[in-house]
């Protein structure tokens, strides 16, 4: 099994029978320092590698390198170009990185169940109106239902534009080819293998709730209820299918922020250079899409169906996007 530094640091000192204090008398660190090496908040430099290396006689090469054991000493091959610029991540960014990841991701995906069950109570209120008759007049329970919607869009668009700002710091991380200090790929490795119980229960729960929330609808219909209990069954399917987005949001970006550090999945060296080239093309296709739109709805004064131009539009770039990114792709593999 891979070990990374810090656990490699913790397993010597512990066979040479030593303390952390012991350890640290020896290469005149603090105590704290040692502690902080073994829970890999940080790590020691280059100059405490070498006096660690000769005290616990074994090779700089076993410390560092995460994949290698005390007899494996083999060089890792690496298909990087000289010209090509990585930008360096340490330990105690990534651990930053993480963390705020870990505790925004709930904060996120609060703001996505936000948008998705904002409707609810106005689509509830306008058929309750409908249902009682004088005493709640349809104007007015649009008027409240539309407050409330325009309320929590209102604050779900404000946690998005704050998510995206002191997420600038960290926008590299998706967008540039990155290299980790040593322990830093272990430490990530370790830390996404101990959350894969979480992510897959979070991603079967969000699924089934999204799968049924439709139930209460088909009995409402089956049943033949008044159309004021189908509105209150579309509610209770907004409601449902906001949770179960919630957990896959919550899960996917915790285990978004291991791929971003591990460089895998959508965040691999190849998709980096393919979303690149991606980008100059997508924003054009949406200037051109909104030209065509704001033309059409002027020239025809009909912006009540205009609109399905956005869907249409919606379609084809993801039919776009995929047989692009499968030539980009493509071609860049052949190039590696």
């Known amino acids: 099994m891979d070990m990374i530094l ?26 704290q320092a040692v502690s902080k090496w ?17 005290i616990f006689e074994v090779s700089t090469d076993y410390l560092l390198k995460d994949e290698m054991g005390k007899e494996e000493v083999e060089k890792i ?3 990087r170009t000289e010209d090509t610029v990585y930008r360096n991540v340490s330990m105690e960014e990534a651990n930053h990185f993480l963390e ?42 649009v008027g409240i239902g539309v407050s409330v919607v325009l309320v929590m869009v209102s604050l779900a668009v404000a946690i998005f534009i704050s998510y995206g700002i002191r997420g600038k710091a960290y926008e590299y991380l ?25 992510y897959t229960r979070g991603i079967i729960l969000g699924v089934v709730f999204c799968i049924l929330a439709v139930i209460p609808l088909l009995i409402g219909i089956a049943m ?51 979303k690149k080239k991606f980008e100059i093309y997508s924003t054009a296709y949406w200037c051109i899409a909104t030209a065509i739109y704001l033309g059409w709805s002027f020239l025809s004064v009909r912006w009540d169906y205009t609109w399905i131009l956005w869907p249409v539009a919606g379609v084809l770039f993801g039919a776009v996007s995929v047989v692009a990114r499968g030539i980009w792709g493509t071609q860049d593999s052949t190039r590696i």
Request: glycine fraction near 6%; aromatic fraction near 6%.
């Open 100 to 141: 705020w990841k870990r505790k925004n991701a709930v904060i996120l995906a609060g703001a996505v169940a936000l948008c998705i069950m904002s409707p609810s109570l106005l689509i509830f209120l306008t058929g309750l109106s409908s249902a009682t008759g004088g005493n709640l007049s349809e104007n007015t329970a």
């Open 174 to 198: 998706k967008k540039e080819l990155i290299e980790t200090a040593y322990g830093v790929k272990g430490l990530v490795k370790e830390k996404k293998q101990n959350y894969e119980g979480t």
């Open 77 to 79: 091959s690496d298909y």
């Open 38 to 54: 073994e829970s890999a908040s940080s790590v020691p430099d280059l100059q405490k590698l070498l006096r660690m290396a000769k």
């Open 224 to 274: 033949e209820q008044p159309e004021y209990m189908i509105t209150s069954d579309v509610s209770i399917l907004l409601l449902l299918v906001a949770v179960g987005v919630f957990l896959i949001v919550r899960v996917s970006t915790i285990n978004g922020s291991y791929d971003m550090l591990l460089q895998e999945g959508e965040y691999s060296q190849k998709e980096k250079a393919v």
């Open 6 to 31: 810090s656990e490699k640091i913790a397993e010597e000192r512990k066979k040479n029978g030593w303390s952390q204090e012991e350890l640290a008398e020896k290469l005149s660190v603090s105590r």
